[in-house]
């Protein structure tokens, strides 16, 4: 078994907690004595350094949140010298008003060493030749992924987005044996390549996948491993925490978050409390050794779950589980709480489905109206309009009984739902526009 850092990566459970501990203590020390806001934000919970005595204490300082950063725009959390820092980036806006962050050169090369013991855990080194096919630029996911890769030793190939045929045919002629992108542009490059006539199975060096930056289910997993012949691993990360930083290993059993990195916690996003081990709630993180834009108890707001049994891997790092969505991604339909990727778990059961839908809701009158476009496979559209009402109503039936809500379905033609270059934005919701 290979692993980059081996003493960080298979450090006894306790070491780490230990370290951890220790990484926290001065954190916040740090933070209660050169930051305003951490400094104002302290006294305002009756919190002091001095009061953090166990790992467990970390719930009495208070949270970090997204809007922080829009109302502190575009630096005004930075906490080392201007000088200092090497490097910006910017969210990519899913949710509203970008917000900028910053690194030193500490913050790059613990960024690029998460990322080399992340790609080295998925099976990949010197000799491979990695595609990175993340944005380039303002986003973390193209620069993030770059330095990581080159860490390790591996060539890369720093294809960004766009022009999708051009990209097939490089990695047929330079010999691309990994590829990093969001799972949706995957099988959009996928279907290019079919039409260009190339077999990823055969005509490509490809054996791996990193994918991630938006949420997948893991029966779309299973297809894109089916269909294209090779491995898929998720990878996570936030531009506040740095960028793209953690993935599954080898043994995919979750992601696996660098303890001396990151402490980890999942709380109800309600109550804020922690939730049983293995439930699912709010991630929530603290950057232990971030200079730049330090981050205590980040509410990033994706739903996921902890497991901090040793993986078969033995690295001890906990690991999260499948990023369900965002907080805030949850429709709420006639009062019953839907996830978009509860809707993609179920169409990707269904055999004649293909790869791409659209989620649109709306009001009609009093009611949310949830209706669910779905894309057929080549092989199952027919011109019988017998067949298709039975495939609708074998989706409709299929999406009723595992959302509990009435789901109108639309077929639509192969090839006719938008298709998505970097983040999939597959709902629509006219009920706030
Ligand atoms: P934003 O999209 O908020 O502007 P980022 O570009 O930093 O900012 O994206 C981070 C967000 O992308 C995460 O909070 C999460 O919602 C989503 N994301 C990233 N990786 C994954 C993944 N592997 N699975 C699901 N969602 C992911
Ligand atoms: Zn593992």
Not at 168 to 184: E, G, H, R, Y
Not at 194 to 205: A, V
Not at 305 to 332: A, F, N, Y
Request: include cysteine.
């Amino acid at each position: 078994m290979d692993y980059w850092s081996p003493r960080i990566e298979t450090m006894p459970v306790q070491d780490l907690k230990d370290l951890q501990y220790k990484l926290l203590k001065t954190l916040t020390y740090k933070l209660y004595s050169f930051s305003d806001f951490y400094h104002a934000r302290m006294k305002e919970a009756k919190v002091h350094p001095d009061d953090i005595r166990s790992l467990d204490d970390v719930v009495k300082l208070p949270f970090m949140k997204k809007s922080d950063l829009r109302d502190n725009y575009p630096d005004k959390l930075f906490v080392t010298a201007r000088e200092d820092v090497v490097r910006f980036h910017a969210s990519s806006g899913t949710t509203g008003k970008p917000t900028v962050v910053g690194y030193t050169q500490h913050d790059l090369d613990a960024w690029s060493t998460s990322l080399a013991r992340a790609l080295t855990s998925c099976g990949l080194g010197r000799g491979d030749t990695i595609q990175v096919s993340y944005g380039y630029g303002l986003f973390t996911g193209g620069l993030g992924l770059h330095y990581g890769a080159e860490r390790i030793g591996a060539a890369v190939l720093p294809a960004s987005v766009g022009n999708t045929e051009r990209q097939i045919d490089l990695m047929v002629d330079m010999n691309v044996t990994a590829i990093a992108c969001t799972p949706s542009y995957l099988l959009h490059m996928g279907e290019v390549a079919e039409k260009m006539g190339i077999n990823f199975g055969k005509d490509t060096k490809l054996r791996r996948a990193i994918l991630g930056a938006e949420p997948w289910t893991e029966r779309m997993r299973t297809r894109i491993e089916e269909n294209l012949g090779i491995k898929a691993y998720d990878i996570f990360g936030t531009s506040e925490l740095s960028g793209p930083l953690f993935t599954e290993c080898a043994e995919q059993k979750g992601i696996h978050v660098w303890g001396d990195l990151a402490l980890t916690e999942i709380l109800d996003p309600d109550t804020h409390e922690t939730v049983a081990p293995g439930e699912k709630g709010e991630l929530v993180v603290t950057m232990l050794q971030k200079e730049a834009l330090p981050m205590i108890r980040y509410r990033v707001g994706d739903v996921t779950t902890l497991h901090e049994d040793v993986c078969s891997c033995g690295r001890t790092s906990p690991r999260i589980g499948r990023i369900q969505g965002r907080v805030d991604d949850m429709l709420i339909i006639r009062g019953i709480n839907v996830f978009p990727s509860q809707i993609e778990h179920t169409l990707m059961s269904i055999p004649e489905v293909g790869q791409h839908f659209m989620i649109e809701v709306d009001r009609k009158g009093e009611l949310d109206d949830l209706l669910v476009r779905v894309e057929l496979k080549r092989e199952y559209f027919s011109d019988k309009i017998d067949d298709l009402m039975k495939i609708k109503r074998k989706v409709a039936h299929a999406l009723r009984s595992s959302l509990n809500v009435a789901v109108e379905v639309e077929l639509a033609n192969p090839d006719s739902l938008p298709r998505f270059e970097g983040k999939a934005k597959r709902v629509i919701d006219r009920r706030q526009m």
